[in-house]
């Protein structure tokens, strides 16, 4: 298996389902001859056209309103945001029509949609170039969101959303394209959508994560673990979430902090937690704790330390629920 960092494992899987599938094309700003801001679709012009790499106007809404289209039309558009917070123009077409077309049409018509993006903070970037915004996704009826924490399922994940007959948002965190390589299978490699990962095997304690806040997490837990064994769950998965994993792992170690990089109120953290008090009560030993971004605007780089989840909040949230 070669060794690749997050952003090259998104570039494979494009390549590899450009090539396994005509009908897949991209969409986006820079995307075709310069490769993307983040260089995560270089090469693809070049090797399979600009009629199936196309470089969009600076229009997000436009970029998905073409996609729908393209959809109706048979192909498998693959859209880049080129931030987390230039998406939100975007929000009208898949809100009102992406999420829609299945039930629109009952059930007639599949809509197999991607959305990437990169997301989240912690790379010193100005405004809008930060956001988390995955709650506002899994919140729209007919639209799936999945967020990879490492390279092979950066590419395992985004494969399995282009081939998903339904709408799918993947959301790269952005922090981790470049910090560090794995083994990635060769070829082509489908991780499934709802299936969670265990990261970090423990008994005592599960740590419920995704994205960026899944290497925090597995910080956290290696400064704990001459205290406490900690479980790390990644959910890989938002909508589907693979509730069967997250329920196992609770009834295991009976102790749940659940850390998030978005903001708290609403957060997909609190929707663990309304699962975890419907169908996990009588497992948990205390209460379930979130490790979250706050209630503000995300900050400027000059101050957006204090902001992201830390390793120290996350070990403080873990000793609290053990002294609950």
Not at 200 to 209: A, I, K, N, W, Y
Not at 227 to 250: F, G, M
Not at 263 to 279: I, Q
Not at 291 to 307: F, K, L, R, S
């Amino acid at each position: 298996m070669p060794e690749l960092l997050l952003v090259e494992a998104v570039n494979d899987a494009l390549h590899v389902e450009m090539q396994r599938d005509e009908s897949v094309m991209i969409l986006g700003e820079d995307v075709g001859t310069l490769g993307g801001v983040f260089r995560a679709t270089a090469g693809l012009q070049e090797r399979f056209g600009a009629h199936r790499c196309v470089d969009t106007p600076l229009a997000e809404a436009g970029i998905v309103g073409t996609a729908v289209g393209l959809c109706m039309a048979g192909w498998r558009p693959v859209c880049e945001m080129q931030y987390d917070a230039f998406s939100y123009p975007a929000l009208d077409q898949l809100i009102n029509h992406v999420g829609r077309y299945r039930w629109r049409t009952r059930g007639r018509m599949s809509f197999p949609l991607t959305i990437r993006m990169p997301y989240g903070g912690g790379v010193r970037a100005p405004e809008l170039h930060d956001d988390s915004p995955e709650t506002y996704y899994v919140h729209t009826p007919g639209v799936k969101v999945a967020i990879p924490s490492t390279p092979a399922d950066a590419k395992g994940l985004l494969a399995a959303a282009i081939r998903d007959p339904d709408p799918v948002v993947v959301l790269e965190p952005k922090l981790h394209y470049r910090t560090t390589k794995e083994d990635v299978p060769e070829g082509e490699h489908v991780v499934p959508l709802g299936k969670a990962r265990i990261a970090r095997e423990g008994s005592d304690l599960t740590m419920v994560c995704y994205g960026a806040m899944v290497h925090v997490s597995l910080a956290a837990a290696e400064t704990l673990a001459d205290e406490v064994s900690c479980e790390v769950l990644d959910l890989r998965s938002l909508k589907p979430l693979d509730e069967d994993a997250l329920l196992a792992s609770v009834a295991k170690t009976g102790r749940v902090v659940v850390v998030q990089e978005a903001p708290r109120v609403c957060g997909f953290a609190a929707e663990v937690a309304a699962v975890l008090a419907e169908k996990a009560i009588f497992d948990l030993h205390g209460p379930v704790v979130r490790v979250t971004g706050y209630d503000v605007p995300y900050p400027y780089w000059q101050i957006e330390d204090a902001y992201m989840p830390s390793v120290v909040r996350v070990v403080d949230a873990v000793r609290r629920v053990l002294a609950a």
